[in-house]
């Protein structure tokens, strides 16, 4: 079983409609999560970082953590086709040198 | 925001070349800076964990001859590709994160693309 598992997509949606993108993790002393958007040939920005429980949104981005389920996923509402790119799942244990541990990431395709 | 300096942003050279890469924290210390590398549509792929004053901690399969790692000062870490070869060819990511924010996200840098003839 992978650390993190992420569907590799493509995911397909049409320009105004809410892409969900979800991400599941194995170890449970993981503390905090994180959504990375990577470009072609760019490197990862950071879009989204959720450390408890439940719902935490940023303009049109919402992140979701159930750490009982071991689940994590971003929400984009009113996807545009700048959104299209490759979005990276992120954990990390306890402590700020403790190293990220990567999906392998969505691709998510909004189309016109 | 935390801003993370990858320079440079593309090299190309000879097989044999040795390549080095600059990683430098802008605005803040960075006790610790993370080295990835990552193939075309392929994920990023940790290489090793640069810590400030002492070795790096290079992941399973990672030659840490083949590639050297020094973080001496608290803002600049820099890897060294050793007699590339076309194998090495990739594009290599460097992150870190700040001490003074949350259990905080790792901010990257904007890589660097090594080809190599």
């Known amino acids: 079983q992978k650390e993190v598992e992420q569907n590799s997509g493509p995911l397909s949606v049409p320009e105004g409609a809410i892409a969900s993108l979800n991400c599941t993790y194995s170890?449970?002393?993981?503390?905090?999560f994180f959504w990375y958007r990577q470009y072609s040939g760019k490197s990862p920005e950071l879009i989204m970082s959720i450390y408890s429980n439940g719902d935490k949104e940023d303009g049109r981005f919402t992140a979701q953590l159930n750490k009982a389920s071991q689940y994590v996923s971003l929400l984009i509402r009113d996807s545009q086709p700048s959104d299209s790119a490759t979005y990276l799942c992120a954990v990390k244990k306890t402590g700020t040198a403790s190293k990220l541990t990567f999906g392998t990431g969505t691709r998510l395709q909004v189309t016109l | 925001g935390a801003v993370v300096s990858q320079h440079p942003s593309r090299v190309i050279c000879k097989s044999g070349t040795s390549v080095k890469i600059e990683c430098r924290s802008l605005d803040f210390q960075a006790t610790t800076m993370f080295w990835y590398r990552q193939f075309p549509k392929q994920s990023l792929m940790l290489m090793a964990t640069s810590n400030e004053g002492s070795k790096a901690t290079y992941e399973q399969g990672v030659e840490k001859d083949k590639f050297l790692i020094n973080h001496a000062s608290l803002t600049l870490s820099t890897l060294t590709v050793t007699s590339a070869h076309p194998e090495d060819s990739s594009f290599y990511i460097c992150s870190a994160s700040d001490p003074q924010g949350a259990p905080g996200p790792q901010h990257f840098g904007d890589g660097t693309r090594l080809s190599i003839l």
């Open positions: 170890d449970r002393g993981s503390q905090s």
